[in-house]
């Protein structure tokens, strides 16, 4: 079985949480170029990952990477890798700063999916607004949490609950 090690959530923050797209003001990384596909950073950032040890597959077109290593993974060796290989990502791996509304919204997502059965579900951070899962056990391919975001509307989504 595999467990899921939350890589350092520059990458997802980035990615998965607030729409896998630059935004206006991004730079582009080193390593990346304004002429590379989301995909094919993501394609750079599994295979450097492979090359410092994790055994990371390629992603799935719209899909994103897939977070799992092996269980017994040492999460140190995991993040030493991700901070190697966080270069090929769009902005460095680093998200993009966000406007007061959107880290409002991410606010009401994060309030949201702890109401939907992810109690340990963590505010943005205050500075970049990007929601990290660094050190805790979300799987976003499980069914809870696919439903948990669903109901919530994604980060900056809309809910389709109203949350008192």
Same mark, same amino acid.
């Given at each position: 079985?595999? =467990?899921?090690? *939350?890589? *350092?959530? *520059?990458?997802?923050?980035? /990615?998965? /949480?607030?729409?896998?797209?630059?935004?206006? @003001?991004?730079?582009?990384? %080193?390593? #990346? =170029?304004? =002429?590379?596909?989301?995909?094919?950073?993501?394609?750079?950032? %599994?295979?450097?990952?492979?090359?410092? @040890?994790?055994?990371?597959?390629?992603?799935? +077109?719209?899909?994103?990477?897939?977070?799992?290593?092996?269980?017994?993974?040492?999460?140190?060796?995991?993040?030493? %890798?991700?901070?190697?290989? !966080? !270069?090929?990502? +769009?902005?460095? @791996?680093? +998200?993009?700063? /966000?406007?007061?509304?959107?880290?409002?919204?991410?606010?009401?997502?994060? !309030?949201?999916?702890?109401?939907?059965?992810?109690?340990?579900?963590?505010?943005?951070?205050?500075?970049? @607004?990007?929601?990290?899962? #660094?050190?805790?056990?979300?799987?976003?391919?499980?069914?809870?949490?696919? %439903? *948990?975001? !669903?109901?919530?509307?994604?980060?900056?989504?809309?809910? #389709?609950?109203?949350?008192?």
């Amino acid at each position: 079985m595999r =467990s899921r090690i *939350a890589l *350092a959530l *520059a990458v997802l923050a980035g /990615l998965i /949480l607030t729409g896998c797209s630059p935004g206006e @003001g991004d730079t582009p990384s %080193a390593e #990346s =170029s304004p =002429s590379m596909s989301i995909e094919d950073t993501m394609v750079a950032y %599994a295979r450097c990952m492979r090359e410092h @040890g994790i055994d990371m597959p390629d992603p799935e +077109p719209g899909k994103g990477v897939d977070l799992s290593v092996p269980d017994g993974m040492d999460p140190q060796v995991v993040e030493a %890798a991700n901070q190697e290989c !966080k !270069k090929f990502m +769009p902005n460095g @791996g680093e +998200p993009p700063k /966000l406007s007061a509304e959107q880290l409002e919204k991410n606010r009401q997502y994060a !309030k949201c999916m702890r109401e939907h059965g992810l109690p340990d579900f963590p505010d943005p951070d205050p500075e970049t @607004g990007g929601i990290s899962l #660094s050190g805790r056990q979300f799987d976003p391919n499980d069914p809870g949490f696919q %439903a *948990a975001d !669903k109901t919530c509307g994604g980060p900056g989504g809309t809910h #389709s609950e109203k949350n008192g």
